[in-house]
């Protein structure tokens, strides 16, 4: 079945940098890549997807990237600002009904 | 975006009895919808697929007879923590896609925090 790694598991930024985060998955028949956003003790929100026939999205400070051939997609965020902390999940999909996630980034910016 | 809503948000149970989780699609239908346990700092892991009309579909070393799936009607799954136990302790999610089949955005309840003492 469908493996999402993702990396790093703990980020740590200055408020106004750049963080960003990789996943890979295994299944070359996914194709729909979404990220979530959880704050503590909430849901998980989306925050940005993209879809295998799209290389790079971008939604004001956050952009995603694909690469198909690799199997690898990360999440870019700039101007990084203190509301952005969180833990953020990759996730794929591979066909059939569930998403599966990769194991979370947490993310800390500091004022 | 569509609205999944979950109850309860936080249960505090004994050993041995019984917990029931439910998972509502306040403005949409959902013939489907995922079960997902998060334990504190973890992942979101799949437990089961829910299916309006047909029995669940448990990943892999999921207890099918511990943790009961009823998907009855096409707005609302329940999860049956049967006989929980202090290791079933755990943050519940269900969730939902709008449109059945196919990659889409997925929504989330707000989660039950489950606590067996």
């Known amino acids: 079945g469908e493996n999402v790694e993702q990396h790093p598991s703990t980020l740590s930024v200055q408020e106004g940098d750049s963080a960003v985060i990789k996943c890979t998955y295994s299944?070359?028949?996914?194709?729909?890549f979404p990220w979530y956003k959880q704050e503590l003790g909430k849901r998980p929100q989306l925050i940005i997807d993209i879809r295998s026939n799209v290389g790079e999205k971008k939604d004001q400070r956050i952009a995603v990237t694909l690469n198909k051939t690799a199997k690898h997609f990360s999440l870019h965020i700039t101007e990084t600002q203190p509301e952005d902390s969180a833990v953020y999940f990759c996730a794929s999909y591979p066909g059939g009904t569930a998403l599966i996630f990769g194991k979370g980034t947490t993310l800390s910016v500091s004022s | 975006g569509a609205v999944v809503s979950q109850h309860p948000s936080r249960v505090i149970c004994k050993s041995g009895t019984s917990v029931k989780i439910e998972c509502r699609s306040l403005?949409?239908?959902?013939?489907?919808m995922f079960w997902y346990r998060q334990f504190p700092k973890q992942s979101l892991m799949l437990m089961a697929t829910s299916n309006e009309g047909s029995k669940a579909t448990y990943e892999q070393g999921v207890e099918k007879d511990k943790f009961l799936i009823n998907h009855a009607s096409l707005t609302l799954s329940t999860l049956t923590v049967t006989s929980a136990h202090p290791e079933d302790s755990s943050f519940y999610i269900c969730s939902a896609r709008v449109k059945s089949g196919g990659a889409g955005e997925l929504f989330f309840g707000e989660g039950s925090r489950l606590t067996v003492l």
């Open positions: 403005d949409f239908q959902a013939t489907t």
């Open positions: 299944d070359s028949a996914s194709n729909y």
